[in-house]
């Protein structure tokens, strides 16, 4: 890595290392791959090596009522998340980063916190006070408990936007004569919206994958896609599992790639 | 699933700031309204109810008969019927062995990524690292399962080749579980270590080289020693995220593996015992803030001492 080992040749241990990096990255890109190949593969059960390429799976999965009412289901689900958690979370973020308010890391600890405990505990705690309440397990209880979930990377990525943008531009437009209203729609926020869009497209990502809070909160013959796939996989692992795994793959890739496009991926490291 | 940002640093700069100005809040403070009304009817109320479920007998709300006891938890401490403690150990012998492994993973992938010069190849292993923390939980344990059943990847190709004649134990047992574990979580820990080596000085290291040590005496004593909060902190949040994982033990385990998770599912879905539940999801809870709080120290000692330089 240093300037010397460079100059070299032939270096050993750096081959070595460069080997030994894209061995773990093929780890944790090979099972992704692999449901790919299933998902194309014709033979009626998992099976390897593939012997040919099939669209059956494909039309098993959107020919079946079953998974497409789950499809829907957690597409509407995802969709109520994403505008809740957008608004919700881009309020939140605003009055966190602009609102003077006191205790502002306590608060903003408090808001990300749902991101640190247990998912299945989340869901645990909605099923016993819907249960409490007596109100049965609607689906907007579980839309809101998705949007719980989501507020917390939508906060994130407008406070990222939020810190990253100089506050004299709006106190320049305050200046010269803009009122708070205009300030607030002309400047803060177009230059937050990248960030607000990047949280909603994680939010319904969030929301679309969800399985440990939906475990508890959703009735049977109403239940989102990864509880279906789910209780479809104890029993039976077919290509229709890997041709809807597939069009959940192929939804993530087009986040990260809305994602690189809106914000950049840098802002999803640490610190 | 979480790889949450400590942003104290931001937040401590802008409390200075906005002192200078005034104390009192703006009225865009009001905007947080709504986030204060969802969090509390649906997080800290829930949670307020999991814990006074847990001290009674039934539902207090539909049977007046219900009242206040502390069995559930005596239930699980005395475990007459030698489970839980089990469960208990399994999970926190799951979540050691991933936190250890996903560390030997990532460490080198984080190190490799955030001394890359090449925007192109870092955009790329990102794109790699990130891409299948989207993938759904359940997508990437079936991807698992595929891999490692009897007629999976593995077995079928190692017994095409005659390398064996029955196919090995891979899945339905902690070893299938741990490593579909390793798999979702590792990029938590890469994204965690990337920002903390990415922030050490490379002369350091090649200070260190020019002063005669090797490559690898130069990482040990230098590079290694000075991201050590990043290794902690990476690996209380795999650690916490793997203890409350419930999809990855119940399919890659089959009944050999029973962790805390699985248990409380048990006993809201078969047993229909939500106050037992409720118990056990206490149990589980403090554990877990244990290691938060003891995450979220380390990153903002961190970020506090990074603010500082």
């Known amino acids: 890595m240093s300037a010397a080992a460079n100059r070299k040749p032939f270096d050993a241990g750096r081959a070595a290392y460069l080997a030994l990096n894209i061995v773990l990255l093929a780890f944790l890109l090979a099972p992704i791959a692999i449901v790919i190949v299933f998902a194309l593969n014709p033979t009626p059960f998992i099976s390897f090596p593939p012997v040919g390429v099939s669209l059956r799976w494909f039309e098993k999965f959107f020919a079946s009522s079953d998974f497409m009412n789950a499809l829907w289901l957690s597409l509407w689900v995802a969709a109520c998340v994403l505008v809740l958690s957008v608004v919700i979370g881009g309020a939140c973020a605003l009055a966190l980063a602009r609102g003077n308010l006191p205790g502002r890391t306590f608060l903003t600890a408090f808001f990300m916190s749902p991101l640190m405990l247990p998912a299945i505990l989340t869901g645990l705690a909605l099923f016993q006070s819907y249960l409490l309440a007596g109100i049965g397990r609607p689906i907007w209880g579980l839309i809101m408990a998705h949007t719980l979930i989501a507020v917390p990377y939508v906060l994130r990525t407008t406070l990222a936007v939020l810190h990253n943008f100089d506050h004299r531009i709006e106190e320049a437009a305050a200046a010269l004569g803009a009122s708070p209203a205009r300030v607030f729609f002309e400047v803060t926020l177009p230059l937050i919206q990248p960030g607000v869009f990047a949280g909603g497209v994680f939010a319904f990502i969030v929301s679309f ?3 440990p809070v939906s475990l508890f909160l959703v009735v049977p013959k109403s239940e989102t896609l990864p509880v279906v ?3 479809y996989m104890k029993f039976d692992l077919d290509g229709a599992i890997a041709a809807a795994s597939m069009v959940s793959i192929l939804l993530a890739l087009s986040v990260v790639l809305a994602m690189e496009r809106l914000i950049g991926l840098k802002a999803y490291v640490k610190l | 699933m979480s ?11 802008d409390t200075i700031c906005m002192a200078a100005a005034s104390h009192r809040p703006s009225p865009i403070a009001w905007l947080i309204a709504p986030a204060v009304l969802l969090f509390v009817l649906f997080f800290v109320l829930p949670f307020a109810v999991m814990a006074m479920m847990s001290v009674y007998s039934g539902n207090p709300v539909t049977n007046p008969n219900a009242y206040p006891t502390t069995r ?15 469960a208990l150990w399994a999970t926190l012998r799951i979540g050691l062995v991933t936190t250890v492994i996903s560390l030997l993973i990532g460490y080198p992938l984080a ?9 192109l190849g870092h955009a790329l292993a990102l794109t790699a690292v990130i891409a299948p923390l989207l993938t759904g939980i359940v997508v990437r344990t079936f991807a698992w399962m595929t891999i490692l059943q009897d007629k999976g990847v593995i077995n079928t190709t190692l017994m095409s080749w005659g390398v064996i004649h029955k196919p090995l134990p891979l899945m339905y047992n902690e070893f299938g579980t741990v490593v579909a574990l390793v798999h979702i979580y590792v990029p938590f820990m890469v994204l965690t270590l990337i920002g903390v080596i990415g922030r050490i000085d490379e002369r350091l290291e090649q200070a260190a080289r020019s002063l005669g040590a090797g490559r690898i005496r130069a990482f040990v ?5 000075l991201s050590l909060p990043g290794i902690l902190a990476g690996s209380l949040l795999v650690f916490a995220l793997s203890i409350s994982a419930y999809v990855t033990p119940s399919l890659m385990g089959g009944t050999e593996v029973l962790t805390l998770p699985m248990l409380i599912a048990q006993q809201v879905g078969t047993s229909f015992n939500p106050n037992f539940a409720g118990a056990l999801g206490v149990v589980l809870l403090l554990v877990c803030l244990v290691i938060v709080i003891a995450y979220n120290r380390i990153l903002a000692r961190l970020s506090g001492e990074q603010g500082l330089a």
Do not use: C, K
């Open chain 1, 209 to 211: 994958d969800q399985f």
């Open chain 1, 229 to 231: 796939l789910y209780n």
């Open chain 2, 3 to 13: 790889f949450g940002v400590d942003r104290s640093i931001d937040l401590r700069h």
């Open chain 2, 72 to 86: 559930h938890y005596e239930r699980f401490i005395f475990d007459t019927a030698g489970i839980f403690h089990d």
């Open chain 2, 111 to 119: 190190h490799w990524m955030a001394r890359m010069h090449s925007r």
């Open chain 2, 221 to 225: 004593e230098v590079t290694l020693p």
